[in-house]
């Protein structure tokens, strides 16, 4: 049995790697300017709210008879849900991320 097909093994330049993963995030924990976590997150809540008033209306104007397009009604109410789900599933992964961590011993 022969293992020719393998590439010899290069030695790995730690230093190198490491002013490289440096440079990679310096621009993400630069941003003095930016929206923080918190920040994002609200935002994407309001526009999830935003989302579910607004299907409410279009609800209330289909069930008075004011609706126009019955097909424009029902994009937004799915777009609307769709959203929501969305939300929920990120809530639910930091909500397990947290529960993660605080089992984790120190």
Not at 24 to 48: D, E, K, Y
Not at 81 to 105: D, T
């Amino acid at each position: 049995m022969s293992i020719d097909f393998l590439p010899p093994l290069q030695p790995v330049n730690v230093d190198a790697l490491a002013s490289a993963a440096a440079s990679q995030t310096a621009p993400a924990m630069q941003a003095p300017g930016g929206p923080n976590f918190g920040q994002l997150v609200s935002q994407g809540l309001q526009s999830v709210n935003q989302q579910l008033q607004a299907s409410q209306v279009d609800l209330q104007r289909l069930a008075s008879g004011d609706a126009e397009n019955l097909h424009h009604v029902m994009l937004k109410l799915e777009e609307s849900r769709l959203s929501f789900q969305l939300m929920l599933q990120v809530r639910n992964r930091l909500l397990e991320s947290y529960q993660e961590i605080m089992r984790m011993q120190v």
